[in-house]
T-cell receptor, first 114, second 110 residues
């Protein structure tokens, strides 16, 4: 079954405690993204990756890091989380950001930073 | 860069037709997509327009006018299960960065 998986699904943590949210896809997609979703703001892209070892900033990259060492995995790292990073996070993948290539989304990770 | 605007809420009754508009400002155009998201779920792809005109997929259609920087999603024969948020979206920044509109929450009433 084609899918994007994320872990954990829910996470409550404290300010400053480093955390990693994992993302994996089994569709051999080149393009992967991380988004955060906040009420009234839609989905905002944090980082994206065009392929292995190729990553770039999206619209809201501050406070986040990513890596793309393998094609299937695209972890999101929060080195020192702060309360303003409390949000719903989605990982997504597609063959390309252009054209009619749909983005497949993971189930989401709800993060609370206290 | 690209920015997209949508109405925040739309309400309609079961069986009706509803249109959700999207206007965009972009330094480069690479097509307009639509996604649906139910409460508690992940966004799912609905449609894509690269050229002007109407694309039909069952009860859903999407329209694009590049000259007007405008598109819309048309939902026909509304069903209760269509209650969800709908997002227009598209790539920018030489087609690499992907941007979503703020979303339109559709409520379908019985």
């Amino acid at each position: 079954e084609a899918q994007v998986t994320q872990n954990p699904r829910y996470l409550i943590t404290v300010t400053g405690k480093k955390l990693t949210v994992t993302c994996s896809q089994n569709m051999n997609h080149e393009y992967m993204s991380w988004y955060r979703q906040d009420p009234g703001l839609g989905l905002r892209q944090i980082y994206y990756s065009m392929n292995v070892e190729v990553t770039d900033k999206g619209d809201v990259p501050e406070g986040y890091k990513v890596s793309r060492k393998e094609k299937r995995n695209f972890p999101l790292i929060l080195e020192s989380p702060s309360p303003n990073q409390t949000s719903l996070y989605f990982c997504a993948s597609s063959l390309s950001p252009q054209g009619d290539y749909e983005q497949y989304f993971g189930p989401g990770t709800r993060l609370t930073v206290t | 860069g690209q920015s997209l605007e949508q109405p925040s809420e739309v309400t309609a009754v079961e069986g009706a037709i509803v249109q959700i508009n999207c206007t965009y400002q972009t330094s480069g155009f690479y097509g307009l997509s639509w996604y649906q998201q139910h409460d508690g779920g992940a966004p799912t792809f609905l449609s894509y327009n690269a050229l002007d005109g109407l694309e039909e997929t069952g009860r859903f259609s999407s329209f694009l006018s590049r000259s007007d920087s405008y598109g819309y999603l048309l939902l026909q024969e509304l069903q209760m299960k269509d209650s969800a948020s709908y997002f227009c979206a598209g790539p920018t920044n030489y087609g690499q960065n992907f941007v979503f509109g703020p979303g339109t929450r559709l409520s379908v009433l019985p």
